[in-house]
């Protein structure tokens, strides 16, 4: 089987932005069993989401004051390519495309419907 990281249009990543990283970390580790390893960003720490040793998502901070949420990030081969063609066919583009140091690059759409999507472009080995 492909790997979601190396196939378009697969969702490949899993985030969750929560106001409390911690708790959050606790509950899903009891619920799915997940094991966190936490890394330093630039904008603070980051929980990445583990099962079996193999990364499937992460954990940010979310200091908003709306409800905690989830965003699936989606494989593409060209984040800015996918950016352009979501906005003329009716969507928004919230944030990005931005680069992430040693990942790749990314973008966050809303679809007409008000629906958000992630977009993420991988780094090539």
């Known amino acids: ?13 899993h985030e969750l932005a929560s106001r ?18 936490t890394i330093k960003l630039q904008d603070g720490p980051y929980h ?14 979310d200091k908003g004051t709306g409800p905690a949420r989830w965003t699936g990030y989606i ?4 984040v800015d390519e ?10 928004k583009l919230l944030h990005g495309p931005q680069d992430i140091a040693g990942i790749g690059r990314f973008c966050w ?12 472009s991988y780094l090539k080995d």
């Not at 089987?1 to 990543?13: D, E, I, K, V």
């Not at 409390?20 to 390893?37: A, C, E, I, L, N």
């Not at 990445?48 to 901070?61: D, L, T, V, Y």
């Not at 996918?82 to 969507?91: K, T």
């Open 48 to 61: 990445i989401i583990e099962i079996h040793g193999e990364a499937i998502g992460g954990i940010a901070p």
């Open 20 to 37: 409390d990283p911690r708790q959050s970390m606790s509950f899903y580790s009891q619920v799915f069993g997940w094991q966190f390893k």
């Open 75 to 78: 494989t593409v081969e060209d």
């Open 82 to 91: 996918v950016a352009a063609n979501a906005c003329r066919l009716g969507g």
């Open 109 to 120: 759409l809303e679809d007409p419907q008000g629906a958000v999507i992630a977009a993420i």
């Open 1 to 13: 089987m492909n790997s979601p990281f190396t196939t378009p249009g697969a969702l490949g990543w």
